[in-house]
C-alpha cells in the first residue's frame, strides 16, 4: 500500500485495540465456517496484516474486528498493521515467513500478487468468491489482475485513483485561478503563484513512489500505454526519446522552482500535512488524500485536476489508477475463517463504512445509501471512466521500476537531465531478466 497517512503513522507491527462498536447485519459469511480449518473445533486467532491506513480507515476494521468476533464466538482477529513503505518493500515478506504470518493480508494485483502466488503465499480461494459469501457482490472485473490460470486468489477492496493534482481552492479563488487543461497553462498557473510567494506544488518523494507515480503518467502521455509498459517491462529501451521528452516536463518544474526544493528529501506524509496546512497551493498524490484531509482538516476545501494534456501519442485522456485486495495465506491453518473475514468486509454494511471513510470500495454500487465526500464519488468515477487506466510502474515490473523511479528523482531533484538520468537507468536495467 503505497498510502502513507499522515496522521496515525505507526513504526513497527501494533495491534488494533478491540473497539464496543460493532456492524449489525453484515450478511452471510463465506459457507465455510465449518471447513477447511484444521483447528476450526476450538478457539483461534486469524491474524489480518497490512499497511497503515489512517483513523478513519482503522476504525472500520475495528468494527470489522468486533462483528467478526460476535459472528464467530471462539476466533478472535488481530489487525497487524505497518508503516507503509515498511509493509510494501521488506515487512510484508518478513511477515508472511516469520512464526506468526498473516492469515489474510493486503497486497496489489499483477506482479505482487504472481509472485505470492508462486512462492505459495496464496491460497486458491475460487471456491469461496463463487460461493453464497461473496455472490452479487463484485462485478467480474474488479478481479481484474486478481486471477491467474482460472483460480482466484484476491477478494478486491478499493480502487485507487493514485496521482492527480490536488488544490487548495481558497488559494486558487484568491489569486483568480481555476484548474488548467493543458500541461502549458499548468505552467503558467505554477509561475503566477510562485511570482505570489506561494509554493505552487509540494510532493514528498523520499521514497521515490510519489514523482515516480506523476513519471509513469507522463511516460504513458508521451509514449502511448503499450510502449510505456513495454519500457518498464524491458522490451524496449528506457532511455528512448519519447522517456526523454516525458521527464523533460519533470526537468521544467524543477528548473522553475515550481516545486518545493526539499522534494526528495521529505516523507511523503510530510508533503501532505504542508499542503493541508496551506502551505503550498497544490500536491500530486492518489485518492487516499480524501481520508487524510477529512481527518487532519475537515474545514479545508480541495478539488482536483486530472494530469494536464500535452503534446505525445498517449491517450490525453488517461486516467493513473490501480485496484487492491486481500489474499488469504495459503500457508494459514484458517484459510475458511479468512474468507469469512473478507466476506464480513465486503458486504454491503462494511461496504458504506469504507466509502464513508474516504475510499472507493470494489463492490457493486459502493456509494448506494452513502452520502460519501464529493471527491471520492467524483474520483470514482474518473477511475471507471476512463479510456486508457494507466499502472504505475511498480505494479508492472518492481525493480525495473525501482530504476525508473530513481531517475525521476535525479531529474525532479535537478541531479541529472533527463538523458543522463534515463542512459544510467537503462544501464542498470540492462542486467536484469525481463518480467
Known sequence: MRRARSFTRLTGIVAVAVASLALTACGSGSGSESTGDSTSSGPFTIRVAMGSTGETVDAVFTKLKAAYEAKYPGRTV??????????????????????????????????????KVHDGYAADITDAVNGPGFTGRFDPAAYSGMQIDGKTYMVPWSGDVTNVFWFNKAIFTANGLTPPATWDEFLALCGKLKAAGITPLVDGNKDKWPIGSIASHLAERSLGNDAYIAAIKGDQPMNSAGMVAAFDNLK????????????????????????????????????????????????????????????????????????????????????????????????????????????????????????????????????????????????????????????????????????????????????????
Open 78 to 115: 488481530e489487525i497487524v498493521i505497518q508503516e507503509n513503505d515498511t509493509y510494501e518493500t521488506i515487512g510484508l515478506n518478513n511477515l508472511l515467513t516469520s512464526r506468526n504470518a498473516p492469515d489474510v493480508y493486503f497486497e496489489r494485483p499483477g506482479t505482487r500478487l504472481a509472485t
Open 252 to 435: 521544467t518544474l524543477a528548473d522553475n522552482g515550481y516545486i518545493n526544493k526539499s522534494v526528495n528529501a521529505l516523507p511523503d506524509d510530510q508533503a501532505t500535512t504542508q499542503f493541508l496546512l496551506g502551505k503550498a497551493a497544490m500536491i500530486g498524490i492518489g485518492s487516499w488524500l480524501v481520508s487524510d484531509q477529512i481527518s487532519q482538516a475537515p474545514k479545508l476545501q480541495i478539488g482536483y485536476f486530472n494530469l494536464p494534456t500535452l503534446p505525445g501519442s498517449g491517450d490525453q485522456k488517461s486516467v493513473l489508477g490501480v485496484s487492491t485486495g486481500f489474499v488469504v495465506n495459503a500457508n494459514s491453518e484458517h484459510v475458511s475463517a479468512g474468507t469469512d473475514f473478507l466476506a464480513l468486509m465486503s458486504a454491503s454494511e462494511a461496504t458504506k463504512l469504507f466509502a464513508e471513510a474516504g475510499l472507493t470500495p470494489m463492490t457493486v454500487d459502493p456509494f448506494a445509501g452513502v452520502t460519501a465526500d464529493a471527491n471520492t464519488v467524483s474520483l470514482a468515477t474518473l477511475l471507471s471512466s476512463a479510456p486508457t487506466k494507466v499502472t504505475p510502474a511498480d505494479n508492472i515490473d518492481v525493480k525495473r521500476a525501482d530504476e525508473f523511479y530513481g531517475a525521476a528523482a535525479a531529474v525532479i531533484g535537478g541531479l541529472k537531465s533527463p538523458q543522463e538520468a534515463l542512459d544510467a537507468a537503462q544501464k542498470r536495467v540492462e542486467a536484469l531478466p525481463k518480467s
